[in-house]
Every structure is written in C-alpha cells, then in structure tokens.
C-alpha cells in the first residue's frame, strides 16, 4: 500500500469535512469519501440504530437504505449483532464476577436497564468499559 498517498487522501478529506458547513453535509461528504477510497466500495451509509429501529443516515444509494430496511426488519445484520455481542460479552463478565449463571446475569443487566431507564446495550456497554454492572 502508497501510505504516503494515503496519508495525503485522508488529510485532504480531514480538511474537506472541517469545510462542511453542516453535519448532514459532512456525513454525506463522509459516505461519498468512503466510496470514493475505500476499494470495493460501491455504497455507503450510516446506520443509526435506535432501539430496533433503523435510520440510514446520508446513504449514497437506495441499496444502503434497502439493507438498513432489511436488517431492521430481520432484527439482525452487522449492527443488530454488534449489540447482541456488547451484550453477551457484559453477561460473561457479570457472570465472571459474580459468579452467576447465563440467565442470572441477563436478569442482572435487564433489571439494572429497567430501574435506572438505561438501554440495555447501553447498560452493557458501561459493563464491558468498566468491568461491572
């Protein structure tokens, strides 16, 4: 790989995002950029995520918001699964820590996200940071 022509891309990009006079326009600057540099690339989009629903953020086609769809109506794809991952590995250190089974420990994250109105993924993000509920 050219590294230095590399390094000189990202610059240029981290210069063209700063330029961006609002943030929709430099999420869409970011998506473009993504298919414009990164090889075998040909869409691109954020996907936000909230509780099951998905918003495709600045996609730079209809495949990318098809896929969002698609993942939120299936409940899984990349994003789905990188909750339930943040999740089972929050369970793995409960589990560890206090020396409980599977279904103890997700009672554990479930109760603390019910009591203190936290999401659990969110509840198992702060566990797997800290190493504690």
């Not at 063209?16 to 690339?41: F, N, P």
């Not at 954020?46 to 099951?52: D, K, M, R, T």
Request: aromatic content about 4%; charged content about 25%; proline content about 2%.
């Amino acid at each position: 790989m050219d590294w230095r022509g590399f390094a000189q891309q990202m610059a240029s990009l981290a210069r063209d995002l700063l330029a961006q006079e609002t943030v929709e326009a430099t999420l869409e600057r970011s998506t473009a950029a993504a298919v414009e540099l990164v090889e075998g690339c040909d869409e691109s989009g954020i996907l936000v995520l909230s509780g099951e629903k998905v918003h495709s953020l600045a996609p730079t086609g209809r495949l990318v918001v098809d896929s969002d769809r698609l993942q939120e109506l299936l409940g899984e794809g990349p994003c789905f699964d990188a909750a339930r991952h943040t999740v089972g590995e929050a369970m793995g250190i409960v589990m560890g820590s206090h020396h409980l089974t599977e279904e103890q420990a997700f009672d554990v994250l479930r109760r603390h996200s019910q009591e203190h109105n936290i999401k659990l993924r969110e509840v198992a993000r702060r566990v797997c940071e800290k190493g504690s509920v």
